[in-house]
């Protein structure tokens, strides 16, 4: 069977899930400066999860420049068998890469994937040439491969003890704890090629081949991050790893609240706790002013917001910590609240300006998943999305809170101010939607005919799946909505439009 990479080659190429600057682009089998990458990239001095080379694309200004030019299969031959002596021969400690061929705008490219490596730090040889034998370390800064200076030298070599703890072996676990049938549903939502043929792997190859486990063929061990996402009840590894909302109707000191716990998989437990929020707690205010025709819209919370909140701290919270995440909501605000605090390099009014950006991140593996799912873009951008998104809902700003040991981190969203609505006068008639159903977000949203990106991106939603699930199915069955081609439900060029069961629900 042809092996695959558990990515999407088209969103690597288009850099909708991996940045660019964890991904090199080579028109030929360069093999010195692809050495010196491959080095870069396995020693991951920022923690960013390593990168990929394509071998077959031209680049430009960092950009892909497609149809790629391609590799013959000869070249490919040749490039694989190099490359096994290259990680053998010229990097130390050895590492190898895993590759793939994959077959795109009707030309074939090598695609090498190179995650931070176990053993860093890593160095490898200058010159490749036979009268040559110097060495030394590479690593990654921005979209370039360099040598590593002294003073970052001293600091690869710090690295050289601490392996992220997601990306670290668990011993007291088994390779029984992976579920295949979570293994295949993942690789199926991100549209990766080797969920077609994952029947033909056995849990171990399919592990190894996504890196969620490793070791030597005799004692295979899986890794935490396969554990938090591809086992039923992570929680029993990783005690806490749950979510806990908790409504207060009359604020935290009345008699009376409302729980829900949300443990499993992460990735489950994070749209199942942004599903149950959105459809409870979010809801959307219509007033209606008697000297104007148009109603003023907006959310007691932006979806937007409280989404890159929750996100954010299943993907920065501490799982050796065992305190879940906990998300207070009162008629007044919105808190979310994880453990520990963001790293101390951040200054806290830097984050609240959104200015704040980490060097390194806790969970490299996680953010990798994470983003794959659509559930997060990485890299600093959450607590920007966040103020973004309060101030287009024209709420007052987030807030965001640390001690000064960083053991916790509190995001806190207000309640838009005119959510709670003042007795009605003559001027001014207010009309309150208790909650506004999926479809009838989806019709407001329609205009004209959209393709479904469009659709998601227009309803402000980041999870396709979610998004398919919880709006656009709902929609579709309701009839408020048509597709184009509706014998084709899966055809790129479908569009979806407003049926006049749809528009007669807009004059309601």
Known sequence: METKLPINISDLLSKRTVESERIEYKSGWNPESILHSICAFANDFHNLGGGYIVIGVEENNGQPVLPPCGLMSEQIDKIQKELLNLGHAAIVPAYHPLSAVYRYMEKDILVLWVPGGESRPYKSKVSLSANKNDW??????????????ADEEH????????????????????????SPRLIQEYLTAIGSDLAAGNEALNIDDI?????????????????????????EHPARFFPATQIDVVYFPEGPAGDRF???????????????????????????????HADKPEAERFWNFPLAAVEEAVVNAVYHRSYEIREPIEIRITPEELVVLSFPGPDRSIRLPDLQQGKAVSRRYRNRRIGEFLKELDLTEGR????????????????????????????????????????????????VTPEVTPEVTPEERVCRALKGEMTRAQLQHALGLRDAEYFRKAFLLPALNAG????????????SKQRYYLTAAGKKRLQL
């Open 136 to 149: 030394s370390w590479y690593i990654r800064k921005h979209t370039s491969t360099k040598k590593a200076s």
């Open 155 to 178: 600091e690869l070599m710090g690295l050289a003890a601490t392996v992220p703890f997601d990306d670290r072996y668990r011993l007291s676990a088994s390779m029984q704890d992976l």
């Open 207 to 231: 592990s190894r081949r996504m890196n969620i486990a490793g070791g030597p063929t005799e004692a295979i061990f899986p890794k935490n991050v396969g554990l938090l996402f591809f086992n």
């Open 258 to 288: 409302e729980e829900k716990i949300f443990s499993g998989p992460l990735d489950k437990i994070t749209r199942d706790a942004l599903n149950y929020i959105n459809r409870n707690y979010i809801k959307e205010i219509v007033i209606k």
């Open 380 to 427: 600093s951008t959450g607590v920007p999305k966040i103020l973004r998104a309060m101030n287009n809902n024209g709420s007052p700003p987030p807030t965001f809170d640390t001690d000064e040991d960083r053991s916790f981190f509190l995001t806190r969203l207000v309640t838009h101010p005119n959510a709670q609505l003042p007795e009605a006068t003559p001027e």
């Open 480 to 491: 408020v909505v048509a597709m184009t081609i509706p014998d084709k439900p899966r055809s």
